[in-house]
Protein backbone atom coordinates (compact mmCIF):
# COMPACT_ATOMS: atom_id res chain seq x y z
CA UNK A 1 0.00 0.00 0.00
CA UNK A 2 1.63 3.58 -1.14
CA UNK A 3 1.03 6.45 1.32
CA UNK A 4 0.55 9.41 0.08
CA UNK A 5 -1.33 12.67 1.51
CA UNK A 6 1.35 14.54 3.23
CA UNK A 7 -0.82 15.24 6.19
CA UNK A 8 -1.29 11.61 6.59
CA UNK A 9 -0.37 11.02 10.81
CA UNK A 10 -1.79 7.54 11.62
CA UNK A 11 -2.14 4.23 9.79
CA UNK A 12 -3.78 1.23 11.15
CA UNK A 13 -4.20 -1.81 9.43
CA UNK A 14 -6.91 -3.87 10.25
CA UNK A 15 -5.00 -7.05 9.81
CA UNK A 16 -2.02 -8.91 12.37
CA UNK A 17 0.29 -9.01 9.07
CA UNK A 18 2.13 -5.54 8.08
CA UNK A 19 4.26 -6.83 5.25
CA UNK A 20 1.30 -4.81 2.40
CA UNK A 21 2.52 -1.74 4.17
CA UNK A 22 5.60 0.96 2.99
CA UNK A 23 6.77 0.32 6.74
CA UNK A 24 9.83 2.34 5.50
CA UNK A 25 8.24 5.94 4.56
CA UNK A 26 6.40 5.55 7.61
CA UNK A 27 9.44 5.13 9.87
CA UNK A 28 10.65 8.26 7.39
CA UNK A 29 7.58 10.38 7.69
CA UNK A 30 6.66 9.80 11.85
CA UNK A 31 3.89 8.53 10.97
CA UNK A 32 1.60 6.53 14.04
CA UNK A 33 1.72 2.79 13.28
CA UNK A 34 -0.87 -0.20 14.27
CA UNK A 35 -2.02 -3.57 13.61
CA UNK A 36 -4.80 -5.97 15.35
CA UNK A 37 -2.92 -8.59 16.45
CA UNK A 38 -4.12 -11.49 18.52
CA UNK A 39 -7.90 -10.54 18.64
CA UNK A 40 -7.37 -12.94 15.41
CA UNK A 41 -5.61 -15.91 16.80
CA UNK A 42 -8.30 -18.27 17.36
CA UNK A 43 -9.96 -17.49 13.98
CA UNK A 44 -7.11 -18.16 12.14
CA UNK A 45 -5.92 -21.53 14.24
CA UNK A 46 -9.45 -22.81 13.54
CA UNK A 47 -8.78 -22.55 9.55
CA UNK A 48 -5.44 -24.05 10.31
CA UNK A 49 -7.60 -27.16 11.77
CA UNK A 50 -9.79 -27.18 9.16
CA UNK A 51 -6.73 -26.87 6.43
CA UNK A 52 -5.09 -29.89 8.77
CA UNK A 53 -7.99 -31.95 8.46
CA UNK A 54 -9.31 -31.60 4.84
CA UNK A 55 -5.27 -31.92 3.64
CA UNK A 56 -4.80 -35.13 5.52
CA UNK A 57 -7.98 -37.07 4.98
CA UNK A 58 -7.96 -35.80 1.15
CA UNK A 59 -11.02 -34.44 1.29
CA UNK A 60 -10.12 -32.73 -2.14
CA UNK A 61 -9.86 -35.81 -3.77
CA UNK A 62 -12.84 -37.68 -2.00
CA UNK A 63 -15.22 -35.07 -3.11
CA UNK A 64 -14.24 -35.31 -6.77
CA UNK A 65 -14.76 -39.17 -6.88
CA UNK A 66 -17.97 -38.97 -5.90
CA UNK A 67 -18.89 -35.78 -8.36
CA UNK A 68 -17.02 -38.03 -11.28
CA UNK A 69 -18.74 -41.49 -10.11
CA UNK A 70 -15.84 -43.45 -8.79
CA UNK A 71 -17.14 -44.44 -5.33
CA UNK A 72 -16.83 -47.87 -5.62
CA UNK A 73 -19.88 -50.29 -4.02
CA UNK A 74 -16.94 -52.88 -3.04
CA UNK A 75 -15.01 -52.06 -0.17
CA UNK A 76 -11.10 -51.31 -1.34
CA UNK A 77 -9.55 -51.19 2.04
CA UNK A 78 -6.78 -49.21 0.43
CA UNK A 79 -8.88 -46.76 -1.00
CA UNK A 80 -8.20 -43.05 0.13
CA UNK A 81 -6.02 -44.11 2.78
CA UNK A 82 -5.59 -40.44 4.89
CA UNK A 83 -2.60 -39.33 7.69
CA UNK A 84 -3.23 -39.59 11.30
CA UNK A 85 -3.27 -36.53 13.62
CA UNK A 86 -2.88 -38.96 16.43
CA UNK A 87 0.09 -40.16 17.30
CA UNK A 88 1.80 -37.55 14.97
CA UNK A 89 4.72 -34.97 15.71
CA UNK A 90 3.74 -31.18 14.63
CA UNK A 91 5.88 -28.67 13.42
CA UNK A 92 4.95 -25.00 14.08
CA UNK A 93 7.38 -22.45 12.27
CA UNK A 94 6.36 -19.26 13.89
CA UNK A 95 5.62 -20.01 17.73
CA UNK A 96 3.34 -16.85 18.09
CA UNK A 97 -0.26 -16.45 19.14
CA UNK A 98 -1.34 -17.65 16.18
CA UNK A 99 1.04 -21.23 16.34
CA UNK A 100 0.44 -21.36 19.81
CA UNK A 101 -3.80 -21.09 19.67
CA UNK A 102 -3.26 -24.06 16.46
CA UNK A 103 -1.23 -26.00 19.01
CA UNK A 104 -3.48 -26.12 21.77
CA UNK A 105 -6.36 -26.77 19.38
CA UNK A 106 -4.22 -30.09 18.30
CA UNK A 107 -3.49 -31.22 21.65
CA UNK A 108 -7.13 -32.48 21.55
CA UNK A 109 -5.87 -34.65 18.54
CA UNK A 110 -3.88 -37.02 20.55
CA UNK A 111 -0.32 -35.75 18.61
CA UNK A 112 2.54 -37.35 20.25
CA UNK A 113 5.02 -34.70 20.04
CA UNK A 114 5.13 -30.86 19.16
CA UNK A 115 8.10 -29.21 17.99
CA UNK A 116 9.08 -25.31 16.72
CA UNK A 117 11.25 -23.22 15.45
CA UNK A 118 12.04 -19.28 14.97
CA UNK A 119 14.40 -16.88 16.61
CA UNK A 120 14.87 -18.29 19.49
CA UNK A 121 13.31 -20.59 21.93
CA UNK A 122 10.13 -19.34 23.88
CA UNK A 123 8.52 -19.70 27.41
CA UNK A 124 5.44 -20.64 26.29
CA UNK A 125 6.53 -23.23 24.11
CA UNK A 126 8.53 -24.75 27.12
CA UNK A 127 5.13 -24.23 29.29
CA UNK A 128 3.38 -26.02 26.31
CA UNK A 129 5.52 -28.80 25.99
CA UNK A 130 7.19 -28.35 22.78
CA UNK A 131 10.55 -28.42 21.89
CA UNK A 132 12.80 -25.68 20.03
CA UNK A 133 14.48 -27.22 17.24
CA UNK A 134 16.55 -25.55 13.94
CA UNK A 135 14.22 -25.83 11.13
CA UNK A 136 15.91 -28.62 9.29
CA UNK A 137 15.60 -30.94 11.96
CA UNK A 138 11.51 -29.82 12.21
CA UNK A 139 11.39 -30.50 8.30
CA UNK A 140 13.09 -33.89 8.63
CA UNK A 141 10.59 -35.07 11.70
CA UNK A 142 7.59 -33.62 11.47
CA UNK A 143 4.23 -35.24 10.31
CA UNK A 144 2.26 -31.52 9.77
CA UNK A 145 4.72 -28.49 9.19
CA UNK A 146 2.45 -25.33 9.51
CA UNK A 147 3.73 -22.07 8.60
CA UNK A 148 2.54 -19.44 10.91
CA UNK A 149 5.56 -16.84 10.52
CA UNK A 150 5.22 -13.32 9.46
CA UNK A 151 6.44 -12.52 6.19
CA UNK A 152 9.79 -10.69 5.85
CA UNK A 153 13.43 -10.75 4.00
CA UNK A 154 13.70 -13.86 6.20
CA UNK A 155 11.38 -15.84 5.58
CA UNK A 156 10.56 -15.05 1.91
CA UNK A 157 10.44 -17.72 -0.11
CA UNK A 158 12.02 -20.09 3.31
CA UNK A 159 9.60 -23.17 2.26
CA UNK A 160 11.34 -24.04 -1.26
CA UNK A 161 12.30 -26.90 -3.15
CA UNK A 162 15.16 -28.01 -0.82
CA UNK A 163 12.83 -27.32 2.26
CA UNK A 164 10.13 -29.77 0.31
CA UNK A 165 12.65 -32.46 -0.18
CA UNK A 166 13.56 -32.39 4.10
CA UNK A 167 9.88 -33.12 4.40
CA UNK A 168 8.68 -36.71 5.58
CA UNK A 169 6.99 -38.49 2.06
CA UNK A 170 3.86 -38.37 4.27
CA UNK A 171 3.56 -34.79 5.37
CA UNK A 172 1.48 -32.41 5.60
CA UNK A 173 2.19 -28.57 4.63
CA UNK A 174 -0.12 -25.73 5.68
CA UNK A 175 0.56 -22.05 5.32
CA UNK A 176 -2.15 -19.93 7.24
CA UNK A 177 0.97 -16.72 7.27
CA UNK A 178 1.04 -15.47 3.58
CA UNK A 179 1.85 -16.82 0.35
CA UNK A 180 5.18 -15.18 0.16
CA UNK A 181 6.85 -17.77 2.30
CA UNK A 182 6.52 -19.91 -0.03
CA UNK A 183 8.59 -20.63 -3.20
CA UNK A 184 5.07 -21.78 -4.82
CA UNK A 185 6.10 -23.51 -7.93
CA UNK A 186 8.54 -25.71 -5.97
CA UNK A 187 5.88 -26.57 -4.12
CA UNK A 188 3.29 -27.82 -7.05
CA UNK A 189 6.44 -29.55 -7.86
CA UNK A 190 6.86 -31.40 -4.83
CA UNK A 191 2.46 -32.09 -4.70
CA UNK A 192 2.80 -33.22 -8.39
CA UNK A 193 5.56 -35.52 -7.79
CA UNK A 194 4.17 -36.34 -4.12
CA UNK A 195 7.43 -35.31 -2.29
CA UNK A 196 5.22 -34.74 -0.03
CA UNK A 197 1.55 -36.01 0.89
CA UNK A 198 -0.64 -32.53 0.69
CA UNK A 199 -0.90 -29.08 1.56
CA UNK A 200 -3.73 -26.98 2.88
CA UNK A 201 -2.91 -23.39 1.97
CA UNK A 202 -5.10 -20.14 2.80
CA UNK A 203 -2.73 -17.51 1.63
CA UNK A 204 -0.94 -18.29 -1.83
CA UNK A 205 0.01 -16.05 -4.96
CA UNK A 206 -1.30 -13.99 -6.33
CA UNK A 207 -3.96 -13.26 -4.33
CA UNK A 208 -7.04 -13.91 -5.72
CA UNK A 209 -6.11 -16.75 -6.76
CA UNK A 210 -7.37 -17.12 -10.34
CA UNK A 211 -9.60 -19.71 -10.83
CA UNK A 212 -7.96 -21.30 -13.31
CA UNK A 213 -4.50 -21.65 -11.37
CA UNK A 214 -3.00 -24.77 -11.30
CA UNK A 215 -2.93 -25.38 -7.38
CA UNK A 216 -6.74 -25.86 -7.46
CA UNK A 217 -5.80 -28.79 -10.18
CA UNK A 218 -4.08 -30.80 -7.61
CA UNK A 219 -5.67 -33.31 -6.12
CA UNK A 220 -3.92 -32.80 -2.83
CA UNK A 221 -3.63 -29.18 -2.00
CA UNK A 222 -6.45 -27.66 -0.33
CA UNK A 223 -6.88 -23.68 -0.83
CA UNK A 224 -9.07 -21.35 0.71
CA UNK A 225 -9.73 -17.75 -0.41
CA UNK A 226 -7.31 -16.03 3.19
CA UNK A 227 -10.29 -16.25 5.02
CA UNK A 228 -8.62 -17.66 8.60
CA UNK A 229 -9.96 -14.22 10.64
CA UNK A 230 -13.38 -14.18 8.70
CA UNK A 231 -15.51 -14.90 11.38
CA UNK A 232 -17.81 -12.15 12.36
CA UNK A 233 -16.96 -12.01 16.22
CA UNK A 234 -13.23 -12.20 15.03
CA UNK A 235 -13.81 -9.08 12.10
CA UNK A 236 -15.77 -7.32 14.58
CA UNK A 237 -13.18 -7.20 17.22
CA UNK A 238 -10.72 -6.54 14.58
CA UNK A 239 -12.53 -3.41 13.74
CA UNK A 240 -13.23 -2.10 17.35
CA UNK A 241 -8.79 -2.65 17.75
CA UNK A 242 -8.60 -0.23 14.75
CA UNK A 243 -10.91 2.28 15.59
CA UNK A 244 -9.46 2.71 18.92
CA UNK A 245 -6.10 2.78 18.03
CA UNK A 246 -6.60 5.53 15.47
CA UNK A 247 -9.00 7.36 18.38
CA UNK A 248 -5.71 7.01 20.95
CA UNK A 249 -3.49 8.04 18.33
CA UNK A 250 -5.19 11.34 17.46
CA UNK A 251 -5.43 12.09 20.83
CA UNK A 252 -1.85 11.71 21.58
CA UNK A 253 -2.11 8.76 23.46
CA UNK A 254 -0.71 5.40 23.01
CA UNK A 255 -2.02 3.35 20.38
CA UNK A 256 -3.50 0.05 22.27
CA UNK A 257 -1.27 -2.44 19.48
CA UNK A 258 1.48 -0.10 17.79
CA UNK A 259 3.53 -1.48 15.76
CA UNK A 260 6.97 -0.83 16.65
CA UNK A 261 9.13 0.37 13.73
CA UNK A 262 12.70 -0.59 13.98
O1 LIG B 1 -2.71 -10.81 8.91
C1 LIG B 1 -3.93 -10.87 9.03
O2 LIG B 1 -4.54 -10.16 9.80
C2 LIG B 1 -4.74 -11.82 8.21
O3 LIG B 1 -3.96 -12.75 7.55
C3 LIG B 1 -5.54 -11.04 7.21
O4 LIG B 1 -4.69 -10.48 6.27
Known sequence: MSLTGPKLRVVVTMTAGYDNIDVEEIKK???????????????????AILLILA???????????IEQSLWKFELNAQWLLAQDIN??????????????????????FN??????????EKPEGKAFGAEF???DELLKISDFVIASVPLTKETDQMFNAEAFAKMKKTAIFVNISRGGVVN???????LKQNKIFAAGL???????????HELLKLPNCVVTPHIGCATEKTRNKMAELAANNILKALKGEPMLTPVVVT
Not at 37 to 44: A, E
Not at 55 to 65: D, F, P, Q, T, V
Not at 184 to 190: E, F, S, V
Open 202 to 212: DVMTPEPLPSD
Open 184 to 190: QPDLIAA
Open 55 to 65: ASRRYIEGRKA
Open 111 to 120: VAKFVYTGHR
Open 87 to 108: GSTVGIVGLGGIGLAIAKRLKG
Open 133 to 135: VSF
Open 29 to 47: RGIKFGNTPGVLNDGVADA
